[in-house]
């Protein structure tokens, strides 16, 4: 049994993990973490989730293979959090910028000091020892962009060239990829702006690919930068999202022909 706010739910609930994604980013917004908006994103994205079929896809397993070999290229790679990343995975964000020596820095859209002390404060309890995006004297602002995600680090996202966005929003996704860096995202839905303007989109639930994104940098930790190469020069993103499209058709279509 899983107790959720005092209700006892069932392993065998078919909702299970669903349920208990939920809780955490309830907690996460109990806690200071999540925006209001968060839970509503959420919800969105797990509508895709039930198109994809609630699981990984094997053509996923390359996306995630390529991005794990951009990190390793990359002279400065940063991981962008925000309320949901920090209340979904914390541990895993922590755990996996150790392995690609990479920065951490919170980035909001709805910015408040507030939340950014919560998220840091959360994502240093789960080992990370320096957080970016809290300090002022540090700030740049990206050009051309009007939300508060224009607001960066000097000593993260702004000087990076390998930037992971998970849940990102499209606005700031799309400057940055002007501004020539490497945009790896997660993002379940294969239509949205940030997963048509990324280099890498993980179409998968960050909770799933977060995972599997840490073992399969840990397999390539040890390789070479000609082999890490060969992998990112044969990834083709477009084809990516298109495999993606295509697994929600078939999806749909084999549930017509069932309910007929």
Avoid: W
Wanted: proline share 2%; hydrophobic share 40%.
């Amino acid at each position: 049994m899983n107790n959720i706010n005092g209700i006892e739910i069932p392993r065998s609930h078919p909702r299970l993990k669903s349920l208990l994604i939920r809780d955490r980013l309830i907690t996460g917004f109990n806690n200071g973490l999540v925006a209001h908006q968060g839970l509503m994103a959420h919800g969105r994205g797990e509508a895709f989730d039930y198109l994809l079929g609630e699981k990984s896809m094997k053509h996923t397993k390359s996306a995630i293979k390529t991005a794990s070999a951009i990190l390793f290229l990359a002279k400065l790679p940063v991981i962008s959090v925000n309320g949901n990343v920090a209340a979904l995975c914390p541990k895993e964000i922590v755990r996996l910028s150790h392995i690609i020596n990479a920065k951490i820095e919170v980035n909001l859209f709805y910015n408040t000091k507030k939340r950014k002390k919560a998220i840091a404060d959360s994502l240093k309890k789960c080992g990370a020892k320096d957080i970016l995006g809290i300090e002022t004297k540090s700030r740049k602002h990206i050009e051309n962009l009007d939300s508060m995600r224009r607001v960066v680090d000097e000593n993260g996202i702004y000087k990076a060239d390998v930037v992971l966005v998970p849940l990102e929003d499209g606005d700031r996704c799309i400057k940055l990829k002007q501004l020539g860096k490497t945009i790896i995202t997660f993002d379940l839905n294969p239509f949205s702006r940030t997963s048509q303007t990324a280099d890498i989109t993980i179409i998968d639930n960050i909770v799933r690919g977060i995972t599997e994104l840490i073992n399969t940098s840990q397999k390539m930790s040890n390789k070479n930068d000609k082999y890490l190469r060969k992998i990112v020069n044969a990834f083709d993103n477009k084809k990516n999202i298109a495999m993606s499209v295509l697994q929600i058709n078939n999806n749909l279509i084999r549930n017509i022909i069932n309910y007929e």
